[in-house]
């Protein structure tokens, strides 16, 4: 297949994709802009954080696959992808590590103003007697936003650090999921204000969605604690900014963030952020993801994505949608021979039901296969019928879901 990767991406892995036989290109200068632009003629189309636009999607004319090198997809069009027939697919999990590294690692720059030592050394500045007043860690709690597998990796290092995780207490959570939190002694609030106010430390992992924008809300700094460290490693769009700096100056906050709303596309470029320059904001440039180790793991990932395409299934597909109606299976056992499963197709278009998914099976000796073929709507008799009528059909029944 044609490969476009537009992003940096591991002279190893690349190597890995042409010994596969794929056509790749690599230019990780591309921006959205210049996508639309680069992409005819391939079909596959790789992206870390470059955006990828509607305008991008219809200019694939031969776009099948879009995969994201990471977990969150909200720069990729997914809707408009899926009304033009294009799967988009990520790789969530392979960066958890980093991020969680990242975002402890905020949490002890803020305890003990590491950034603000810093800066006083190397302007030849001594001042012990200021920075020697801080809080340490253990003992304190932490509430945890957010329990995919970032979440939880933040949550077992912090507990190491002899801190209290808390979370949010949810209805059938994954039994694995709830043995390792009671493992660690993790409390469970009853609701998200609950938890603001009973943490020292909150930390955000969720995605970017319409139930998380602005879900740090006036409403929720209200009920913080003075002091309270907010942690946000996930996405810029989960604060509201403003709300943010009022409460700062009202109750005393700190801030560790990676991410914030309106950051630039590319690697290099200007950036002005009221919350990012605050004085009590310790801030990196939305780089949880980029370490080594997270970045080999998610080329890993991508290759797979891609193998797992070539041979008909789809790996962490975000764009298959769920089916709307009655599902129901229709099994034709079949002579294997040509023409066969076309002749079904047509007696299924002319019933008025739609394929949703389609699977063909050659049994040994390759005299005869199995199809298994799920359509939405009602296979009446008489379809069944006009099936079994067809030349080199052997058998057909039907299985509601």
């Excluded at 977990?71 to 990520?90: K, L």
């Excluded at 660690?184 to 603001?196: S, W």
């Excluded at 990196?284 to 008909?312: C, K, L, M, Y």
Aim: aromatic share 4%.
């Amino acid at each position: 297949m044609k490969v476009l990767i537009a992003d940096k991406f591991s002279e190893t892995h690349l190597a890995k994709l042409e010994e596969l036989g794929h056509d790749v290109t690599l230019n990780p200068d591309l921006g959205k802009d210049d996508l639309p632009a680069a992409v005819p003629g391939y079909e596959v189309l790789i992206v870390r954080s470059t955006k990828v636009t509607p305008d991008t999607i219809d200019a694939g004319n031969k776009l099948n696959l879009v995969i994201r090198a990471g977990a969150g997809v909200n720069t990729i069009a997914v809707d408009h992808a899926a009304e033009n027939g294009v799967f988009v697919c990520n790789t969530p999990g392979k960066n958890a590590v980093a991020v969680a590294e990242l975002a402890m690692g905020l949490i002890m720059a803020i305890d003990r103003n590491i950034p603000d030592q810093v800066r006083d050394l190397r302007k030849g500045k001594w001042r012990k007697k200021r920075y020697a007043r801080t809080k340490g860690l253990a003992g304190r709690s932490i509430g945890i936003v957010g329990l995919g597998a970032i979440g939880l990796e933040v949550a077992k290092r912090a507990n190491a650090f002899d801190m209290e995780v808390a979370v949010v207490d949810r209805p059938n959570r994954d039994p694995l999921r709830l043995h390792q939190l009671k493992q660690m002694g993790t409390r469970f609030e009853p609701d998200l204000l609950a938890l603001a106010g009973s943490c020292d430390i909150l930390s955000f992992h969720v995605p970017a969605t319409p139930e998380t924008e602005g879900l740090v809300s006036r409403e929720l700094l209200a009920a913080m604690k003075p002091e309270t460290v907010i942690v946000n490693t996930s996405r810029g769009s989960v604060i509201d900014e403003e709300a943010l700096v009022a409460a700062i100056e009202e109750k005393d906050l700190r801030v560790g963030l990676d991410v914030y709303k309106g950051e630039p596309g590319s690697g290099d470029a200007p950036f002005e952020s009221t919350l990012a320059q605050h004085p009590a904001v310790y801030g990196t440039h939305h780089i949880g993801a980029s370490t080594n180790q997270a970045q080999e793991a998610i080329a890993d990932a991508v290759i797979e994505a891609i193998e797992s395409f070539q041979s008909g299934s789809l790996l962490n597909c975000v764009n298959v949608g769920a089916v709307v109606g009655t599902e129901q299976t229709v099994t034709i056992r079949h002579h294997n021979v040509v023409g066969v499963l076309a002749g079904v197709l047509v007696t299924l278009r002319e019933a008025g039901l739609n394929v949703e998914h389609m699977e063909n099976f050659v049994l040994s000796g390759r005299a005869a296969a199995s199809a298994l073929i799920h359509v939405i709507g009602d296979v009446t008799p008489e379809t069944i019928d006009k099936l079994e009528a067809l030349d080199h059909v052997i058998a057909v029944s039907v299985n509601a879901k």
